[in-house]
């Protein structure tokens, strides 16, 4: 088979970071509950994308991880299937709040997410709720009440929720920033750090991002713990 190098050069990954695990070239490369491999089989898919081959054996170390990949990469399932993998370990009461915690920039890209996360999911008896702002908040406060293992949310309207004491984040021990770059072009900084400040600092911390500028640089150094650090291609600052 092909070496870890090569297959790194053949894809343009460039990793930053300690000890690197290889990436996993194949799905049988991961070791992943046969659930989950016939839901991957479903959807199509021949092998991982580089930004999973690369990110998934990383984030199952438990280790932070910042990756800086373009649209339609397949980031979103490169942080889903992880946190697929550290709730089975976990094996938290949903009942008390989310263990998996996903902050996107908008409605529609949420919304996206949690299909995803649906979908993949299910076999696996995960839950999932998602929570926008342009929406009455009733319906998403009665799902969080049933309780949902991940929680994918805007972060205007989780603030909103996290105000009104509907949430709490816990037990949240796997937090996703996705899309970190639109959401600090869009002003969610403070609102982000808010969120942060209720999520335990015993955590693992994974932030997705198109490109690396030095707003995005500074967030990632105050909320990650020595990451590894996944490009695709070329970066852009
Ligand atoms: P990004 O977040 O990087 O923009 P997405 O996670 O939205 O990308 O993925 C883009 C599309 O690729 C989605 O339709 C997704 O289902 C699909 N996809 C994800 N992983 C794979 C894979 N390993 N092989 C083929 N398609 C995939
Ligand atoms: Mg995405």
New binding site residues.
């Given amino acids: 088979g092909l070496s870890a190098e090569s297959y790194r050069r053949r894809h343009e990954i460039s990793v930053t970071g300690d000890n690197v695990p290889s990436p996993f070239m194949s799905f049988e490369d991961t070791g992943f509950p046969s659930e989950l491999l016939r839901e991957?089989h479903n959807?199509?898919?021949?092998?991982?994308?580089p930004?999973?081959a690369q990110s998934w054996p990383i984030a199952l170390q438990g280790r932070d991880i910042v990756a800086i990949?373009?649209?339609?990469?397949?980031?979103?399932?490169?942080y889903l299937v992880p946190g697929f993998m550290h709730l089975k370990r976990s094996r938290n009461n949903s009942q008390m709040g989310p263990t998996v915690l996903v902050l996107s920039p908008t409605r529609e890209l949420a919304t996206?997410i949690q299909d995803?996360a649906v979908k993949f999911g299910r076999s696996s008896r995960i839950s999932c709720t998602c929570l926008y702002g342009g929406a009455p908040k009733g319906p998403q406060l009665r799902d969080l009440d049933r309780g949902a293992d991940v929680v994918v949310a805007t972060p205007g309207r989780l603030n909103d929720i996290l105000e009104m004491r509907r949430v709490s984040l816990s037990q949240v021990s796997y937090l996703v920033l996705?899309e970190a770059d639109r959401m600090l072009d869009m002003g969610f900084e403070p609102q982000i750090r808010k969120i942060v400040k209720e999520v335990p600092t015993r955590r693992q911390t994974l932030m997705?991002t198109a490109t690396w500028p030095k707003e995005v640089r500074k967030i990632a150094a105050d909320l990650l713990v020595n990451p590894v650090q996944v490009n695709i291609g070329k970066v852009d600052e």
Wanted: aromatic share 8%; charged share 15%; hydrophobic share 30%.
């Fill in positions: 991957v959807a199509g898919f021949s092998a991982p994308t930004i999973q990949a373009k649209t339609g990469s397949g980031k979103t399932l490169g996206q995803e996705d997705y």
